[in-house]
């Protein structure tokens, strides 16, 4: 049941000991790399001074833009000939960030997605199907060396090309598959048009979401229509990328491994730490990275820690769904709505297909939101009045999970369009 007892069963005292050992020895290699030894020197932070955990509420944070400034080496805390493995993310906004990994990092990395991986049932006469982008993106080879550590056979089979990911499935027997959620939702498309019924002709038992917001609707259909279990897998290229937390088989929140990042949950406005329960920015601290470890990242993904204890008898506390990042949530008509909301209220009707598209407009000096939404084929055989009857319920819906009335157009499948990577969910007009 476990993959590591001692690490994921050890008392809440053993693992702050742990914690604080590792801390300290973060901070001592940090100050290694230009970056740190001068923010260190400038905060007057002294490693050795460090005596609780509640300390790192004294270290100076790390943002995105440090990493941008600081690109690519001014991190780096090891000789070059030390470092193994780069990845890389380009995000939508100028400069690249790079995370550099020696050896031991990736054997750790590794060994953390092993560990989510085990934890949701997955043993060695699976097979793996890895459906991610092997590259740069961070879920392609994550998940293929965690894969391979716990001896799975590992079938790097990627993104694209949806037919031959079907037969893959079919010729060997694929029992667990990782994929983005927007891709679920294609792979479900195709399967249809295919008739290929997934319960009845393959042996999928397991299913990894993650690398994008999803509602829980969505974990829900993919479950239904694949007929497997399907876990939420959070984590980001600072901190490796997946592997950081994971829903064990109570699926109550994501376990994050404390063991190799610190936790904080800080009010994104003030900066000030929030207790369990209390929704704000995650940040983290890496505890076992050597080459390029990363203080008091501040991720900009909200979330909270679930407070009490998992009935799966783990120690590392449990992250809630993230329900967005800063930077996504939309303010219409004064209120705050996040992409991952309208989805969850729009998967709830049977009748909605798998995409949708929020477009921001400005119509007479006022923000507006419209939104398309694929419905399923057969809706459409429908007459007129019927669709608008459909129309009508889902902006009832929508109004009343929201609170603002959004322009609903109802579209056929496959007509949005869709991204290679990460689903794009929003489309600002407004500029
Ligand atoms: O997306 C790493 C990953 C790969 C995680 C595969 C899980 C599976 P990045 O491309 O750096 O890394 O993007 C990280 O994606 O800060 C979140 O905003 C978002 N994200 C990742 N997982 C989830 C999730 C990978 N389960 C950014 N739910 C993060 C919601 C997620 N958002």
């Known amino acids: 049941m476990y993959w590591n007892q001692d690490l994921e069963t050890m008392s809440p005292e053993a ?10 020895r973060t901070l001592f290699q940090a100050v290694e790399s230009p970056h740190y030894s001068k923010v260190f020197a400038e905060n007057g932070v002294k490693p050795d001074r460090i005596e609780t955990i509640a300390d790192v509420h004294r270290l100076p944070y790390t943002t995105k833009e440090d990493l941008r400034d600081q690109f690519p080496y001014g991190l780096l805390c090891v000789d070059q000939k030390e470092i193994i493995r780069l990845h890389s993310s380009s995000g939508t906004s100028g400069q690249a960030t790079v995370v550099f990994h020696s050896r031991s990092d990736i054997e750790n990395w590794a060994d953390l997605v092993s560990r989510c991986m085990y934890m949701t049932g997955v043993r060695q006469d699976d097979v793996f199907q890895n459906l991610t982008g092997y590259g740069l993106f961070t879920g392609g080879l994550g998940f ?6 716990l001896g799975t056979l590992t079938i790097p089979s990627g ?5 031959r990911q079907i037969l893959l499935m079919q010729q060997f027997g694929t029992t667990v598959i990782h994929l983005i959620p927007s891709y679920a939702m294609r792979l479900m498309q195709v399967m249809e048009d295919m008739g290929v019924n997934p319960r009845r002709d393959l042996k999928l038992r397991i299913a990894f979401l993650g690398a994008e917001p999803h509602s829980e609707e969505i ?3 993919v479950e239904r229509y694949f007929g497997v ?3 939420n897998s959070y984590g980001l290229s600072e901190m490796n990328g997946p592997g950081v937390a994971f829903e064990c088989p109570e699926k109550e929140g994501m376990h994050i491994w404390e063991d190799a990042f610190l936790v904080e949950i800080i009010d994104p406005d003030t900066l000030e730490p929030l207790p369990p329960g209390e929704e704000g920015e995650l940040v983290l601290t890496t505890l076992s990275r050597e080459a390029m470890p990363i203080i008091r990242y501040r991720t900009n993904d909200l979330t909270r820690i679930l407070p009490g204890k998992c009935r799966c008898g783990r120690v590392h506390s449990r992250l809630d769904r993230i329900i967005g990042r800063t930077d996504d949530m939309l303010i219409i008509k004064g209120v705050n709505i996040f992409p991952v909301q309208v989805e969850q209220a729009l998967m709830e009707i049977p009748e909605v297909g798998q995409n949708y598209l929020i477009i921001l407009e400005r119509v007479d000096e006022m923000d507006t939101m419209r939104l398309q939404v694929e419905m399923r084929a057969d809706i459409f055989q429908e007459d ?4 608008k009857k459909l129309q009508n319920k889902i902006t009832r819906e929508l109004r009343n999970e929201l609170l603002v009335t959004p322009k609903v157009e109802l ?9 290679q990577g990460k689903a794009v969910r929003v489309e600002d007009r407004r500029k």
């Open 15 to 24: 693992l702050s000991a742990l914690q604080l050992g590792r801390l300290r």
């Open 144 to 149: 293929h060396y965690g894969g391979e550590r």
């Open 384 to 387: 007129m009045r019927h669709l």
């Open 219 to 221: 974990r829900q259909r």
């Open 229 to 231: 279990e399907a876990f």
């Open 159 to 163: 993104t694209g090309n949806t037919k």
């Open 411 to 419: 579209v056929q499948p496959n007509t949005l369009p869709r991204s």
